[in-house]
């Protein structure tokens, strides 16, 4: 498998825009999860599903961020408009319910920078 | 969801044993212990998990006493690759519908 992918890896762009970020999670994994991390505030849970429906998003820091999971294999969140404050490497996890250890998997993070 | 303390960095150079111990206090009993570790410019990578005693794997040894309230990551013979930061998390994936909490975790130099 190649494990969980993230687009795109850097993103660069002007506050205001709006900026969607794509996960694709490991195929078969029925949790994902979406985090955030900067260096003031570590890694940040912002909202994770199971079986493509959203359980908690009490992590999500304003209305400005939405995401959505259409399918079992495709994520996205969505930042509209961005913000400077939003600069931050966000990175996408999946889970197997079933397995023994609950392990999550991580992609290489999207890079985000608002200017 | 138990609240987890660490160092917040150690240094220790090539060859010896590094040792990481977390404090989880309010650990509930359906809960495992479970250790990622993170490279720069990488995501969490999982190291081990246990729920008491020890377990051992090719990478480290997790031990946990009898009392559950804290566990140590131990790092056998480092190199200057194992410069990461280590996370100690606390929960049950299973159990508690999924909802896992990174602390601020223990920035690990391996000098030569």
């Known amino acids: 498998d190649a494990g969980v992918i993230q687009s795109p890896r850097h993103e660069v762009t002007e506050m205001g825009q709006e900026v969607t970020l794509r996960c694709k999670p490991i195929?078969?994994?029925?949790?994902l999860f979406w985090y955030r991390q900067t260096m003031m505030r570590g890694l940040e849970l912002l909202i994770y599903f199971n079986n493509n429906v959203p359980i908690d998003d009490s992590g999500m820091p304003e209305d400005r961020f939405s995401a959505k999971m259409p399918n079992a294999s495709f994520s996205t969140l969505k930042i509209q408009p961005s913000e400077p404050r939003d600069s931050a490497v966000y990175f996408c996890?999946?889970?197997?319910?079933?397995?023994?250890?609950?392990?999550?998997?991580f992609g290489e993070g999207s890079r985000l920078t608002v200017l | 969801l138990a609240k987890t303390t660490q160092p917040i960095s150690m240094d220790s150079y090539e060859g010896q044993e590094v040792n990481i111990t977390c404090s989880h206090n309010?650990?509930?009993?359906?809960?495992?212990i479970t250790w990622y570790q993170q490279f720069p410019s990488q995501g969490p990578r999982f190291i081990i998990q246990g729920y008491k005693t020890k377990v051992t794997n090719e990478v480290a040894s997790l031990f946990i006493p009898a009392d559950r309230k804290s566990s140590t990551l131990s790092l056998p013979r480092v190199s200057l690759s194992d410069t990461a930061v280590y996370y100690c998390?606390?929960?049950?994936?299973?159990?508690?519908?999924?909802?896992?909490?990174f602390g601020q975790g223990t920035e690990l130099s391996v000098k030569p």
């Open positions: 309010n650990i509930a009993t359906n809960d495992y």
């Open positions: 996890a999946s889970s197997l319910d079933r397995s023994n250890t609950g392990e999550l998997f």
């Open positions: 998390l606390v929960g049950d994936l299973r159990n508690q519908g999924g909802k896992l909490i």
């Open positions: 195929s078969g994994h029925d949790y």
